[in-house]
Structure formats: C-alpha cells, structure tokens
C-alpha cells in the first residue's frame, strides 16, 4: 500500500507543473485524495481535496482559480495541475488518502526566477 507523487520541480514566477500520485495496494476509487504542502518549520496545509468519483472538489483560498485537482480511477492516479505559480507556493506537496494516515514520500516544488 503505498503512494508515489513526481512531477515537482524548479519553476520561474508564473509557470506551470503537474503533480502526479500514483496509489497502489488499495482500491483507490473508493477513497477521497487530498494534496498537502508543507515548508519548513510549519505545518502541512491542505491544498485541495476530491471525492471518490471526483464530482466534489476542495481548494484552500490561497489557490483557488490557480490550482486544479483531479483524478483518473482506471489509472489510480491523482493529478494536481498548478498554474500561475508564485514564490509562495514553493512547499515540498504530499498526497494522501483521506481520513487515513497514507501519505506519500513528497516532492518539492521551488518557485523562483
């Protein structure tokens, strides 16, 4: 059982990436998914969440209308696609399972020029 998130990377003011978090070891159409970020000292944020079929969709003020969560059950894959991007959205972000404590290993995301 484990989830594995990639796609993180160095990213100038106003880029674009995608994150990714494959699951495996459980059915993963039957969980909700969250995204997270985290820097250093403080605690991990929620981002955005979605439902099992992806018809409800949750994101922090902080990146709404920049930031979309979505997700492919046949490939039991959660997306998070950052747009706009900006120096404060620099975090290390982590999927997880929701209402469980499955968590992904993170991947880093640095936004700088």
């Known amino acids: 059982v484990q989830l594995v998130e990639s796609g993180g990377g160095l990213v100038q003011p106003g880029g674009s990436l995608r994150l990714s978090c494959a699951a495996s070891?459980?059915?993963?159409?039957?969980?909700?998914m969250n995204w997270y970020r985290q820097t250093p000292g403080n605690e991990r944020e929620l981002v955005a969440a979605?439902?099992?079929?992806?018809?409800?969709?949750y994101y922090a003020d902080s990146v709404k209308g920049r930031f979309t969560i979505s997700r492919d059950n046949a490939k039991n894959t959660v997306y998070l696609q950052m747009n706009s991007l900006k120096p404060e959205d620099t975090a290390a972000y982590y999927c997880q399972r929701s209402g469980t404590g499955l968590w992904g290993q993170g991947t880093q995301v640095t936004v700088s020029s």
């Open positions: 979605i439902s099992t079929d992806g018809g409800t969709t």
């Open positions: 070891g459980f059915t993963f159409s039957t969980y909700g």
